[in-house]
């Protein structure tokens, strides 16, 4: 057994005296010329390694290799580092089963002989309440309320777990609900930027959502981890990480007076895609960047994930500083902040080119360039001009089937189709119409200048006698109650709710797909009429079957355009030469008219955006609403489980597990649960939607004597394995080639019978028969779903052969002992003549090491090589204990 040993790098430790008070801080600057030409988001890595240097977690050699970056970065097959991050951050979705497995993990080390209260969070745990609120109601004044109170009843049993978690785990905060989007939050008042313990050192953190990114907008490096991994940081574990290249993306001219954080970020999104960043980092310098305020630069880092980075990066500077006073940081600690950055050569002037360090590579964007953009209709990184809009969708109706297409014919493009609403009248919806319109997601409700842009632009369109149409269903849910204080101050809240822009709540709502339902005269007229009518949103994601079932054209819009397409009610548009309606005098009213120049929005920004505002929401944010505080829940270290509860269940991971390691095993004629093809996100294998009335998971829940209604969401029952698992693939827009049609049914061999994926699986576990899946590329991109891997493997799926992994889908699916195997380049299921018929077995080789390959062989006689994607030891130790939570309890032990 290895034990730590002392520090070697404490020589390099110096006193620094900030305002009277004495900290100590490692000396980075010392390390000499090849650390001044670091770029500075590999400066926090390298930091973090020499300061927790135990040559057992983090050894000396990876001080070294990350001083070394210039030449590492290079190596073919990368260099393998360990960092230890500062913090972790949690939403409730994903934090809820962290917190059962922790309560689990409990159990399993009490049942082997050790001290449960070993299983601990050892660096701070920030969890906020966000994914579980929905818009039920819309468009009326008690709207949020009732949201609200229908988000208690729902996740009742949720909300006192996780309040029993909050006292029986030191070191973890819970944000109550109601409190806003764990980004936003995180980014006005959980962010440190430098941890002002008596060792003062760089804020960083992983979190269980993909776009924890958003944070390096205010120079604190941080990005998604699947929840098993972010459950081992919080028992103190180090993150075995490959040594990024980090590409310099340079950021000249200014953004042109009508273009938003948002057309920027789209059109940072579309560049970087093509160019290809994943597993890379990206930093952003030059004299473009001085010009983005932090809320625009959060904006950008927040898409991070979509444009496949690790993280994109922008150090801190005296904007960072100018917004942390603006967010209610104390005075005494941005000082701290500002002299530590600065005396380890960490504080940027993005105009001193002097200071801009070595870059894998650069690439360069003109912010002038910048014009009015969406993104759509089913993928964050197709974006089109508003200029050409009303072009592509029409184009996309008639190509075909794919992320650009629905493969119309022109007889199904006359379709057309009628429905009474509630309000007694007749309307008429055809391709195109707007079905949803939603002021949402962290990503731009962070945001200020498009917040109040929204706000004016709704101002203009009243007072020029526009509407929107009664059956749109719009929202506004913002990041923070901050937003809404500024929003009531500037006086902007009165239009917004005439144009029926209501706040419905706090939370990610419908970019989650927490849209709610549409009337269902408007949804059986869908589809009736087979219509592809739209989704427009200010989120981050559009995937297809994610923000509403009816809604099968989704586009990713600023605020503003979120406003500008209701009151159109259809993406169908040219906006330069089609109004969006007419004046009481019968005039037209173009967009062009209404729509507020920066400079206006800036003015108005700058008188009513203050710190008090921060500081009176955040002074309160712990305490959580009367419903919270009256939360009745159990204390004790240990959790009662109760067997009767339908969203907290123990899970069976660690069941049968022993002391000792189990034996490494190959896979002996496997049959194929799946044949997918490529980019299959996270929300195809386990949706955070709603749980259809005719699936595993309804019957599951009826057997309990739930009815419908009560059913809730996926994401909300995250804490029940027997719901998650019968969730596995449930995604109604999954398309599976071993079944006739789109959706979570699968073929069973040989018997031949079509059949819901779970029932399958059931039926193979039944045979005795282990199972794979086979994929196209891009497998597991989207948000960092853990259950997206514990699914797979309580369906008993042993392996996942595809064409290339998404980075923190590959990490979950070793964390859960299932093997990553990758089709050698030019090979695929159709290359190969894979049908999903065969049977499949893989020989391991006796001795795995990184990098292996492997051979699968059919029962049809042919065989093909794979990629085994264990790419560091680390992965080797997690297989072998059968997963990384099992590798934890047998370190407890």
Sequence with gaps: MFSATSNPYDKYLKDITINGRTFKYYDLSALGSKYDRLPYSIRVLLESCMRNCDNFQVLEKDVQNVLDWENNQKVEGGVEISFKPARVILQDLTGVPAVVDFAAMRDAVKDLGGDPDKINPICPADLVIDHSVQVDFARTPDALNKNQELEFQRNKERFQFLKWGAQAFDNMLIVPPGSGIVHQVNLEYLARVVFTNDVLHPDSVVGTDSHTTMINGLGVVGWGVGGIEAEAVMLGQAISMLLPQVVGYKLVGELNPLATSTDLVLTITKHLRSLGVVGKFVEFFGPGVAALSIADRATVANMCPEFGATVAHFPVDNRSLQYLVQTNRSDEKIKIIEAYLRATKQFRDYTNTKEDPIFSEVVELDLSTVVTSVSGPKRPQDRVSVSVMKKDFNDCLTNKVGFKGYGLTPEQMKASGSFTYSDGATYTITHGSVIIAAITSCTNTSNPTVMLGAGLLAKKAVENGLTVLPYIKTSLSPGSGVVTYYLKESGVVPYLEKLGFNIVGYGCMTCIGNSGPIDDNIANTIEKNELVCCGVLSGNRNFEGRIHPNTRANYLASPLLVIAYALAGTVDIDFETQPLGKRADGSPVFLRDIWPTRAEIQQVEDKNVIPSMFKEVYSRIELGSDAWQALDVPRGKLYGWDINSTYIKKPPFFDAMTKELPSIRGINNARCLLLLGDSVTTDHISPAGSIARNSPAARYLANKGLSPREFNSYGSRRGNDAVMSRGTF????????????????????????????????????????????????????????????????????????????????????????????????????????????????????????????????????????????????????????????????????
């Design 730 to 893: 449930a995604n109604i827009r999954l398309v599976n080639k071993l079944s006739s049609r789109p959706g979570p049914t699968t073929t069973h061999q040989p018997s031949g019978d079509a059949m819901d994926i779970f029932d399958a699986a059931e039926r193979y576990a039944s045979e005795g028969v282990p199972l794979i899946a086979i994929v196209g590329k891009d497998y597991g991109s989207g948000s960092s779903r853990d259950w997206a891997a514990k699914g797979p493997f309580l369906l008993g799926i042993r392996a996942v052969i595809a064409e290339s992994f998404e980075r923190i889908h590959r990490s979950n699916l070793v964390g859960m002992g299932i093997i990553p195997l990758q089709f050698l380049e030019g090979d695929n299921a159709e290359s190969l003549g894979i049908t999903g018929k065969e049977t499949y077995s893989v020989q391991l080789p006796e001795t795995l090491s990184p990098g292996d390959m492997a051979t699968v062989t059919m029962d049809n006689g042919k065989s093909f090589q794979v990629k085994i994607r264990f790419d560091t030891e680390v992965d080797l130790t997690y297989f072998k204990h059968g997963g990384i939570l099992n590798y934890m309890i047998r370190k407890m032990l």
